[in-house]
């Protein structure tokens, strides 16, 4: 049996879609009212176990008889309350290996992110690189869930972390948010784009994903995961807007003038005592302006992984989704 926390967002349900075409036996962890989001073809094919992160009673039941665990649910985002990204990412992540754990599971998958490594990014990481020290919640919680996870692993879990990057794709927010936007004629960059990105195309995460899951050097490792290239902000944004048909992005705020609007909007926000994000932030404007070099090597050294998708060949096969979805998108 495999358990996938997080199957009502983008990467867990995309892997969840990919076990049942291979007919393997899934569970997916959803928290009581939000079972409605999953997609049919999951509801019709996966066990569905009510629970939550913050409940660990429900984590025990939902662990119980599992092989294997994906842990993708989370807390992502660049604004909130400290201790919603804590209960979530920290707390929640312990208890859920705690229930692996009693389960007696064979190998859970952790997903992280390459903002363990810091926001902005350094000017270069691997995965022998340190944690960052970033003021951001978010990076900081998925530096210590990775601590935990790998806490686990010395006391007898196998668990091994994955660290993607820029995971973009259907149903994602790094695709679908910009092209709603291009299709607007909102787009803009942030200083000329000129930050570096480093794509992930959700295809490649979840053949990493598996592979990890099953490789038996894999566990007690962290591995980075992408799809092996790095371009700038403004080369994937006009492979967004390609997508849709139309032109290069070409509309840009200056930095001091972003950052200006960043200090404002989050003024607003604490004023108001609001959970929700921002129009702009200067976590985002450090993720997007930042140029950085990062390397997948160890996964391809260790695991003999290769990213089936490169940046263009995902593009080609988002076009044509995109063809058949627009609408969706309205």
């Not at 994955?162 to 994602?172: F, H, I, N």
């Not at 053949?207 to 902000?233: N, T």
């Not at 089936?308 to 989704?321: C, G, K, P, S, V």
Request: with cysteine; glycine share 10%.
């Amino acid at each position: 049996m495999n358990l996938v926390t997080g199957a009502t967002g983008f990467i867990g349900r995309h892997l969840a879609r990919r076990l049942v075409r291979e007919r393997q036996r899934v569970r997916v962890l959803c928290r009581p009212g939000s079972e409605g989001r999953l997609p049919t073809e999951i509801v019709g094919a996966a066990e569905i176990a009510l629970g939550d992160l913050r409940d660990r009673e429900s984590l025990l039941r939902a662990c119980a008889g599992a092989a294997r665990i994906f842990h993708c649910a989370g807390h992502v985002s660049d604004w909130g309350p400290e201790e919603t990204f804590f209960a979530m990412n920290v707390q929640g992540t312990r208890w859920l290996l705690e229930a692996a754990q009693a389960a007696s599971v064979e190998r859970v998958v952790h997903l992280s992110s390459i903002a363990a490594f810091g926001t902005p990014a350094p000017e270069y990481f691997d995965d022998q690189s340190g944690y960052g020290k970033s003021k951001d919640a978010y990076s900081r919680t998925k530096a210590e869930g990775e601590k935990i996870a790998f806490e686990f692993h010395e006391a007898g879990l196998p668990v091994t972390v994955l660290r993607p990057a820029v995971v973009y794709g259907p149903e994602g927010a790094w695709l679908e948010e910009p092209l709603r936007m291009i299709e607007k004629d909102r787009m803009f960059l942030l200083g000329g784009g000129s930050g570096t990105c480093h794509p992930c195309y959700i295809e490649n995460l979840v053949d990493a994903m598996l592979l990890a899951a099953d490789h038996p050097r894999a566990a007690g490792q962290g591995y980075i995961v992408g799809d092996g290239e790095s371009i700038s902000f403004r080369e994937y944004f006009d492979a967004v807007a390609s997508i849709a048909g139309k032109g290069p992005v070409r509309r840009s705020v200056p930095l001091p003038a972003a950052r200006a609007i960043a200090i404002a909007c989050e003024a607003g926000a604490r004023l108001r005592s609001s959970t929700r994000r921002p129009l702009l932030t200067h976590t985002a404007i450090g993720m997007v302006t930042t140029r950085s070099r990062m390397s997948i090597e160890k996964i391809r050294a260790e695991l003999g992984w290769r990213p089936r998708y490169t940046f263009a060949t995902a593009i080609d096969e988002l076009r044509r989704w995109y063809s058949g979805n627009r609408r969706l998108l309205a």
